[in-house]
């Protein structure tokens, strides 16, 4: 009887002018002609995808692909570009890199007079008396490489207070109107944790003022209002759909940004995904463990389940905290900024209740200290009573490592989250700062991913430019981006495009529990897609810079398309 069925059926539908292809089950949007790598081991290539829906339903060859299209399909032709998962940025502050968008943003300025110009032009639109901020400069570049001054600001600004941040967040340029205003002058002692940079003849303030000592002019700075908090969450976002982030991994801040995320994503306002963190120890962190975690919220768009912990300073201030002292400063190893006792109690608590730990750590001693601390915290725990048995604790830039450490990291689970575009900046000093032995175990991207852990990639942006192709370029080059490298920077651990694609999808999907849920182009995941104008998995590695984002897809929306 089903043989006979089957034999009518099967004769009815060649009888019947049937479209070419039956179609299997019709989705919302079919990608076509795409030059896809899916990031998924087992079926690496693809041309189309199938999208119903926030998932993907099908990955595969064109041909199979118009199985899914029906009526209502919308059919998008790639025109042979390049799809990848959709990149996530595993350590950036959105609020910092909004900040830098509405503020005067001075990322990539070339020279003093470059500089000097683009500071120019804001304070020809400001009132007389109104404050110009800016942050992103950095001069090691510049010709001389040295810092820029208040009387090199005051020629162009001699009526507005100005401060302007260096990238990397340690130092400020403030003019002569803004020291004023501030009462800095040559008799202001060097508050705790900072530094009044002088003039060597005349004892005067020069304007920059190092770690701590920005405050003092800063706290003159008009606060943040609540609404430019948001533009700034807004113009962050925005940029980093435009340059093809899907996903970032916002390494701390506190419940203000939680609150104002959850607005924006209520109103529709951003599409973004943030997996958030928060600073410990702490009050914000104390809340977190007492409220618990919020996993998966607006369309699994919003995470928060992570508190940020800061173990020391950065390489460049000499805040690192190292094993021993700084070849270019033997008085001075660096310091830790958290105390074990603190740390520790809160360490246990979270395991109990399913918090994830993330710590920044770029000294060798801070690496082994929170690795320290990390074990004893485990030992306490004992996976039967945690809510999360493998809590894939995370430290932050694990930069300066020494070499016997590395194997620990694979041992304990524990995930270093690094920043490929770190290395390409910091290693035309570290090694003065470092001496030449202890690169080896610095920015070891390579020696990690072999120890048997994976390595998700981040930008740390505002304090690197935040760009996916500046990122991917440094992992696989390893080379500053016109092309150089230096003794010491270790070529053997720059890694292959493939690596360097997990990097960025898969790898940051598992340090945030989401590897089932996303980071690769495979069937049941959300349809996240950075679509690009170049194939970066071929092209010789100066080309990977110039190359755009010309489409963001999450989960299955066009959020951005370049015209
Ligand atoms: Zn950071």
Redesign the pocket.
């Known amino acids: 009887m089903k043989l006979l069925l089957l034999v009518a059926s099967l004769l009815l539908l060649s009888l019947i002018p049937a479209p070419k292809t039956a179609v299997v089950q019709s989705v919302d949007v079919v990608f076509k002609n795409g030059n896809v790598y899916t990031a998924n081991d087992k079926a690496p290539r693809a041309q189309a995808i199938a999208v119903k829906a926030d998932r993907i339903v099908f990955a595969g060859s064109n041909a199979d692909a118009q199985k899914y299209v029906g009526q209502n399909t919308r059919v998008v032709d790639l025109k042979g570009n390049t799809v990848l998962p959709g990149f996530t940025d595993s ?1 950036q ?1 959105l609020s910092g890199v909004g900040q830098r968008e509405m503020t005067l943003n001075l990322e990539g300025t070339a020279s003093l007079e470059d500089f000097l110009a683009k500071v120019k032009a804001r304070v020809d639109q400001a009132k007389p008396g109104d404050w110009v901020t800016g942050r992103g400069w950095i001069e090691t570049h510049w010709k001389p490489p040295v810092f820029p001054t208040r009387w090199d600001l005051d020629k162009i600004a001699p009526n507005n207070p100005v401060i302007l941040g260096r990238a990397d967040g340690h130092g400020a340029v403030a003019n002569s109107a803004a020291l004023k205003l501030a009462g800095v002058d040559k008799n202001t002692p060097d508050p705790f944790g900072g530094e009044i940079s002088k003039d060597k003849q005349s004892g005067e303030p020069n304007g920059m003022l190092l770690d701590g000592a920005q405050g003092l002019v800063r706290q003159r700075v008009p606060r943040t209002s609540t609404a430019d908090a948001e533009r700034a969450v807004v113009l962050g976002v925005k940029r980093n759909i435009e340059l093809g982030w899907t996903q970032i991994q916002d ?2 801040g506190s419940y203000a940004d939680v609150e104002i995320f959850k607005k924006l994503y209520e109103a529709g306002t951003i599409k973004l995904r943030i997996y958030k963190a928060v600073h410990g120890p702490g009050p914000s962190a104390t809340r977190l463990l007492s409220e618990g975690a919020t996993i998966g919220a607006y369309g699994n768009r919003f995470t928060f389940r992570t508190i940020k912990v800061v173990s020391d300073g950065a390489l460049g201030s000499r805040g690192a905290a190292l094993l021993s002292p700084y070849s270019d400063a033997p008085d001075t190893k660096g310091f830790l900024t958290v105390k074990a006792e603190e740390l520790r109690p809160m360490l246990i608590d979270a395991l109990r209740k399913g918090i994830q730990v993330e710590t ?1 750590a770029i000294g060798d001693y801070a690496n082994r200290f929170v690795l320290d601390e990390y074990e004893a915290a485990f030992k306490a725990v004992p996976e039967g009573e945690r809510k999360v048995a493998e809590p894939r604790w995370r430290i ?1 830039h694990a930069q300066i490592v020494n070499p016997a450490d590395i194997p620990r990291f694979a041992k304990l689970g524990i995930i270093p989250s690094m920043q490929p575009s770190h290395a390409i900046g910091d290693l035309f000093f570290a090694p003065s700062r470092l001496g030449m032995d202890r690169l080896a175990g610095a920015y070891a991207w390579e020696t990690f991913i072999k120890s048997g852990i994976v390595v998700p990639g981040g930008s ?1 942006a505002p ?1 690197e430019r935040g760009e996916p192709m500046i990122e991917f370029y440094a992992a696989v080059a390893r080379k500053d981006q016109k092309g150089f490298s230096g003794e010491g920077w270790h070529p053997e651990e720059a890694v292959s495009r493939e690596q360097a694609l997990k990097m960025f999808t898969i790898w940051p999907a598992y340090a945030a529990f989401e590897e089932k849920l996303r980071g690769t182009i495979e069937a049941g995941k959300l349809a996240d897609l950075t679509i690009l104008s170049a194939d970066i998995m071929k092209i010789p590695p100066a080309e990977i810079l110039k190359t755009r984002c010309v489409m963001t897809v999450i989960n299955g929306e066009i959020v951005f398309a370049a015209d």
């Open positions: 350590h502050h390494a701390g920044h932050e740390d304090v």
